[in-house]
T-cell receptor
């Protein structure tokens, strides 16, 4: 069964520093990959997605992620974070041939805590 | 504004008292899904629907029911809630089986005492 691992439950970082949030998935078959962001007391918002093509994907708010098939990873990066980036970030994977709904399998989330 | 609307946002109820959490989307999406979010477990799918009158179980369907009588609405029903259903619930919809991502509601925080 498909699974997603986000090893870091919390990542503290100072404002304007770079950050990387790690995500690894288990499947060896073709997949769709997503990062969602959840701000406090809000629902999840799509940050970026990888479906095919270029392995470097750019999303909203200056975030980007790189798909690495050999390492089955999809790490999220931002060169300079802001206080407003404080949120929980979820990596999710969907099998390319996942059937009727391309069900999303979510990781357990990483809380990005940006400090002044 | 394109959105998924859930109600209520917060609910405290007692064990065994039937409740319904409503979900409505205004994007004419065919695909809708319910997730629950628990600390350390991420989001887990409860039920999903591919279209009107077409629903199926997700990973954690026990204790829940759904219906899809209209395209825009996808209510989640707890016939006899128990404390282990205390959780944060999200409804989500997609126009293309989730290929381009889902639109999520703001969530319903349910406490069963």
């Amino acid at each position: 069964a498909q699974s997603v691992t986000q090893l870091d439950s919390q990542v503290p970082v100072f404002e304007e520093a770079p950050v990387e949030l790690r995500c690894n998935y288990s499947s060896s078959v073709s997949v769709y990959l997503f990062w969602y962001v959840q701000y406090p007391n809000q629902g999840l918002q799509l940050l970026l997605k990888y479906l095919s093509g270029s392995t470097l994907v750019k999303g909203i708010n200056g975030f980007e992620a790189e798909f690495n098939k050999s390492q089955t990873s999809f790490h999220l990066r931002k060169p300079s974070v802001h206080i407003s980036d404080t949120a929980e970030y979820f990596c999710a994977v969907s099998d390319l041939y996942g059937g009727a709904t391309n069900k999303l399998i979510f990781g357990t989330g990483t809380l990005l805590a940006v400090q002044p | 504004e394109a959105q998924v609307t859930q109600n209520p946002r917060y609910l405290i109820t007692v064990t065994g008292k039937k409740l319904t959490v409503t979900c409505s989307q205004n994007m004419n999406h065919e695909y809708m899904s319910w997730y629950r979010q628990d600390p350390g477990l991420g989001l887990r799918q409860i039920y999903y629907s591919m279209n009107v009158e077409v629903t199926d179980k997700g990973d954690v369907p026990e204790g829940y029911k759904v219906s899809r009588k209209e395209k825009r609405n996808f209510p989640l029903i707890l016939e006899s809630p128990s404390p282990n259903q205390t959780s944060l619930y999200f409804c989500a919809s997609s126009r293309d089986r989730g290929v381009n991502g889902y639109t999520f509601g703001s969530g319903t925080r349910l406490t069963v005492v």
